[in-house]
């Protein structure tokens, strides 16, 4: 069976050094972009499942310093694709519009700061489209979408998500603020 997402509780805390340079790194990332690793979603538009159109929250990231590769590679995994501070700001709609992820088939997030009081990642299937998708998808009107699972990822708490069904952030009102490690290797079995 397919997971869509793990609670990996049982991996290390990233240490208090590191988050505090995440955090810092949000700062600089608000005042002028440098080293982005991406930049998706922004003023993407999209018509929520109310049926209200609007635009997606941005999402940015950010490398994280010479030592947090080493750092992940020693306590979390041995390969990845990359990884650093991940950044979602509230603009305009509370969420993260439904999609696969461009660069990556897991994403494993370690959240600092959630960025509202139920921020909650949800997996969907657009009708008439496998569950599993290829390739990269966006969704333009999520009133159509069937839900199939979710989950307010808990702060401070390794999870590992499945990016290869289409997926949201919802609830988002202030800064969303974690560490994220995008894989291409199903290290933690959610495809087993
Ligand atoms: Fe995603």
Known sequence: ??????????????????????????????????????????????????GNPGQSSGYLRHALGDDFYPWVRENICETFIDGGVAFTEFAGRPMLGAHTDRTRKYSLLYVLQPGGARVVTRWYQDPGHPIWREGIVHIHDHSQLVQLAEIEIPPRTWVCINAQCIHSVEGIQTQRIGINISLDHDWFGLDQ
Do not use: G
């Not at 069976?1 to 340079?21: G, S």
């Not at 790194?25 to 930049?39: A, G, H, R, Y």
């Open 1 to 50: 069976m397919r997971h869509y997402y793990k609670i990996l509780d049982h991996l290390p805390h990233v240490p208090m050094e590191i988050q505090t340079r995440a955090f810092n790194e949000v700062v600089e990332l608000k005042s002028q972009c440098l080293n982005p690793i991406n930049d998706e979603h922004k003023q993407r538009w999209f018509v929520d499942r109310e």
